[in-house]
């Protein structure tokens, strides 16, 4: 992962992150035959932007960039319903079960070392505010996004939800909320240094890394799904419902 500064070069975001330069060149600053030794300071107040800005912007891909290794094969051939029970069963079933037990050993391991190293008690805050915005995030999806997909297979027709019967709106909410969980699984990387084991740490420590990186693991593969391949079959059995 590259650490971002003011001082970070065009060069260095080519090298390690494609989806950097992208968003980079999207904002019109940079373009193809510009110096790429510019700094990012520079780049920015030659356009009167302040940096800040655009690191953040910067900062956003970086977390939203999907490894190339994810292999989400095993929806291969399926309905969109198949992949929603798929999504439901592996990730969402998964989830419920494993964030209050993650959440229990969080507590247990701030309980015990958290007044020596401040990093634990900013895991545990943010693990608490995921939980919550994880399991809002997965009701809004199965009781608007899942029951649409379903209609419009199985009934050619949308019954009206929460979210109405049309499925951009809400697709346009779930895929802020992923950039924003891809966000907080970047920072969980960093106060877990990547999830290595301390040599110190006791059982409960050890359980709750492994714990840890299985559910950023369970869930990078669960939002790839999403924005790959429900996402955009759900907008184009939309398109066919309606005519387009
Ligand atoms: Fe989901
Ligand atoms: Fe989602």
């Known amino acids: 992962m590259l650490e971002l500064s003011s001082n970070t070069r065009v060069t260095e975001l080519k090298d390690h992150s494609p989806a950097m330069l992208a968003a980079l060149m999207s904002t019109g600053i940079f373009r193809e035959g510009d110096n790429p030794d510019a700094t990012i300071d520079e780049l920015c107040w030659g356009f009167g932007l302040n940096p800040a800005i655009l690191l953040q912007i910067l900062a956003r891909a970086q977390a ?113 909320d992923h950039e924003n969980v891809l966000l907080e699984l970047a920072r969980l990387r960093e106060l877990t240094d990547d999830y290595a084991v301390p040599e110190t740490a006791c059982r409960t420590y050890r359980k709750m890394l492994e714990q840890l990186d299985q559910f950023n693991e369970n869930t990078v593969v669960h939002v790839h799904k999403e924005d790959k391949v429900l996402f955009p079959g759900a907008l184009k059995a939309q398109r066919a419902l309606n005519g387009g």
């Open 64 to 176: 939203a960039e999907v490894p190339s290794t994810i292999d989400i094969s095993e929806l291969d051939g399926m309905t969109l319903t198949q992949v929603v029970e798929n999504i439901e069963s592996s990730h969402h079933a998964y989830l419920r079960e494993t964030l209050p037990v993650i959440g229990e050993l969080i507590d247990r391991v701030v309980g015990v070392h958290g007044a020596s190293d401040a990093r634990l008690t900013d895991l545990q805050e943010l693990f608490s505010n995921m939980m919550v915005g994880m399991e809002s995030h997965m009701l809004h999806e199965e009781e608007a996004l899942f029951p649409m997909v379903r209609d419009m297979e199985n009934d050619g027709d949308i019954k009206p939800t929460r979210c109405g019967s049309a499925v951009g709106g809400p697709i346009a909410c779930m895929e802020n």
